[in-house]
């Protein structure tokens, strides 16, 4: 497994549709390998494929020290209830700022041996799946936001780790 570069806002494999996968084969088990090692080293609560330079359908997450991976995901169902808290991105490092996001979703996929998945999302979990899946349609939690003045920048380190522990930090 590698640890891979993570793709900064301003490439332009940030803002394309990414490809649905259409085999799950060993490079795809690969890939999804380093993105779980590349979210991990980040340290984040989610990556999709697109934050390492490939334009592909596939995402990872960490809540809990649950690891998810979903291959083509899919919001199937979601919660009428929303809520607001703030996020930020390894694809923007060092913002912040407040995304509604609905606080229950269930996404359906493939596993990462290509085998039909189904997982039901709460909270945080549910937050993460959102932030995403819009990775893979070139969304990113900027443009969610209501209101780009609330966006601000954490300026230490410390700072940065205090809200990843508080907040998604995907």
Known sequence: ??????????????????????RVDNSIRL???????TMKAAP????????????LRAIVTN????????INPEIVEQSDEEYEDDE????????????KRRTAVTVRGLGR???PVKIKAEGLEARCFQHEIDHLDGILF???????SKLYKVESAREEQELEEEHAFT
């Open 63 to 70: 809540v809990d020290d649950k690891v998810r991976v979903v």
């Open 113 to 115: 041996t290509g085998k």
């Open 1 to 22: 497994m590698t640890v891979r570069r993570i793709v900064i806002l301003g490439e332009p494999v940030l803002r394309q549709k990414a490809k649905k996968i259409h």
């Open 142 to 148: 900027i443009d969610r936001m209501e209101d780009r």
């Open 44 to 55: 984040g609560a989610g990556l999709a494929a697109p934050q390492v330079g490939v334009p």
């Open 88 to 99: 930020g991105c390894l694809s923007i490092p060092g913002w912040w700022g407040p995304v």
């Open 31 to 37: 890939l999804l390998d380093d993105m779980v090692e």
